[in-house]
């Protein structure tokens, strides 16, 4: 039997990442505040309540096509067509066409009544204002009719979805100048440390720059969220307590560094205990076992570990998530792609591991991927050339190069 110790790689006492996931993912609600905003301001918000059509898109018939509008049955050979006037985008040919009769007609321009066939340009021949079709084309060719991307009633957009540039414009399509949103959450985030100094700060001895801070900076605005930087907290109970009462009592959610595990300076995981509920503090995974998730009051807390990459890991894997769904957003499981190890990938079973890698697409579309190299947890170096992680499996011992793994691009969880 495994006793559960920070020393051992099984420990029966830590929650799988399955497990962790679904746990975190239960406790965070989607925000019940919402804002009506403009669309220039919508960019990556969620909808809070589905978008329906108040009109057909597009409103009326329009050519897809340079050309010439017409009566498809007019389309005889040798027979030419009289040329009465032009249609432009914004600008359309007002009359009813008559038999014979044709207009020279741009793309996206309304198509007169009477006609019901568009002809493009290189398929005639004009004569001055008389035009032969030296290609007839079937009816109703290259004309764009209302309602055909969307009908008026059409569910446009659903709630939960977090909007892209291209759903702006479908908005906007459908005239809708505002979209109603969920609020971003707030997220007060600190790291602590004895040996953290400010970026352009002397450095003593036994000092690091606090790399953490920056690190959680960029991953709050990729996910979409209102940040708090309450800056760095010294390993002093008082002081540690302190800022995790002011942080919960100005966000939704406390995030912070260092401090996870049961050291006699971790103060973070004590003082959850004593004056907050823990949900859970250790995960079978490496690198980021030590993470503390629980709440102050109302606010949720995420204790990180201290180690940038095991930071950056339980963010992806585990607050990125809570977060979204906070946001709005309906929660997904991200992607895994197999891939052939080009590496030999060393391993101890007992955690899943997620080590940095390189994805390939090579010649004959399979996926491989490579390590970065030394897998420390405190080496920033490796998720920096990474794009991937390598998920080896919890049971499993190390894969020997051209073996198969599981590979999830930094895009589905960061």
Same mark, same amino acid.
């Given at each position: 039997m495994h006793t559960a110790t920070c020393d051992t790689e099984f420990d029966a006492l830590a929650l799988t990442e399955k497990q962790a996931r679904e746990r975190v993912l239960a406790a965070c609600k989607p925000s019940p505040e919402n804002e009506l905003i403009g669309l220039t301001k919508a960019l990556g918000r969620v909808l809070a309540k589905d978008v329906k059509a108040v009109a057909d898109v597009?409103?009326?018939?329009?050519?897809?096509?340079?050309?010439?509008?017409l009566r498809a049955e007019d389309q005889q050979p040798g027979h030419p067509l009289e040329i009465v006037g032009r249609s432009f985008a914004g600008h359309p040919f007002t009359r009813e066409l008559g038999p014979g009769q044709c207009v020279q007609i741009m793309t996206g321009a309304g198509v007169p009544k009477g006609a019901d066939t568009v002809v493009q340009q290189e398929l005639t021949r004009r004569e001055g204002n008389l035009l032969f079709v030296e290609q007839a084309l079937k009816l109703g060719a290259n004309i764009r009719f209302p309602g055909e991307d969307i009908r008026r009633?059409?569910?446009?957009?659903? *709630?939960? /979805?977090?909007?892209?540039?291209?759903?702006?414009?479908?908005?906007?399509?459908?005239?809708?100048? %505002? $979209?109603?949103?969920?609020?971003?959450?707030?997220?007060?985030?600190?790291?602590?440390?004895?040996?953290?100094?400010?970026?352009?700060?002397? #450095?003593?001895?036994?000092?690091?720059?606090?790399?953490? /801070?920056?690190?959680?900076?960029? #991953?709050? @605005?990729?996910?979409?969220?209102? &940040?708090?930087?309450?800056?760095?907290?010294?390993? @002093?109970? !008082?002081?540690? !307590? =302190?800022?995790?009462?002011? *942080?919960? !009592? @100005?966000?939704?959610? $406390?995030?912070?560094?260092?401090?996870? &595990?049961?050291?006699?300076?971790?103060?973070?995981?004590?003082?959850?205990? =004593?004056?907050? @509920?823990?949900?859970?503090? %250790?995960?079978?995974?490496?690198?980021? %076992?030590? #993470? +503390?998730?629980?709440?102050?009051?109302?606010?949720?807390?995420?204790?990180?570990?201290?180690?940038?990459? &095991?930071?950056?890991?339980?963010?992806?894997?585990?607050?990125?998530?809570?977060? /979204? %769904?906070?946001?709005?957003? +309906?929660?997904?499981?991200?992607?895994?792609? /197999?891939?052939?190890?080009r590496d030999e990938l060393k391993k101890r079973p007992g955690r899943t591991d997620f080590q940095r890698g390189i994805l390939h697409v090579e010649a004959d579309g399979t996926l491989s991927v490579t390590t970065t190299g030394m897998q420390g947890s405190h080496m920033l170096t490796s998720m920096s050339r990474a794009d991937c992680f390598i998920r080896l499996p919890r049971e499993s011992g190390s894969v020997p190069a051209g073996g198969q793994v599981d590979v999830i691009p930094f895009s589905e969880i960061f």
């Open positions: 597009p409103p009326h018939r329009n050519s897809a096509m340079d050309g010439y509008a009633g059409d569910f446009v957009l659903r *709630a939960g /979805r977090a909007l892209s540039a291209a759903d702006l414009g479908l908005l906007a399509s459908v005239g809708l100048p %505002k $979209v109603l949103v969920h609020r971003l959450p707030r997220v007060a985030f600190f790291s602590t440390g004895d040996e953290l100094r400010g970026v352009g700060e002397p #450095l003593g001895e036994g000092e690091i720059y606090d790399s953490n /801070r920056y690190v959680l900076h960029g #991953l709050l @605005q990729s996910v979409g969220v209102e &940040s708090i930087d309450m800056g760095r907290i010294p390993d @002093q109970r !008082e002081a540690v !307590e =302190e800022a995790m009462h002011t *942080a919960a !009592e @100005q966000a939704d959610v $406390v995030l912070t560094t260092g401090g996870a &595990s049961v050291g006699e300076a971790d103060y973070v995981t004590r003082i959850l205990r =004593e004056l907050g @509920q823990a949900e859970f503090w %250790k995960i079978a995974i490496k690198p980021g %076992k030590p #993470l +503390n998730f629980g709440r102050i009051g109302k606010t949720l807390f995420f204790g990180l570990p201290g180690n940038p990459v &095991s930071a950056m890991a339980t963010f992806g894997l585990f607050v990125a998530p809570g977060l /979204r %769904k906070i946001r709005g957003e +309906n929660p997904r499981p991200y992607r895994v792609f /197999r891939a052939i190890t």
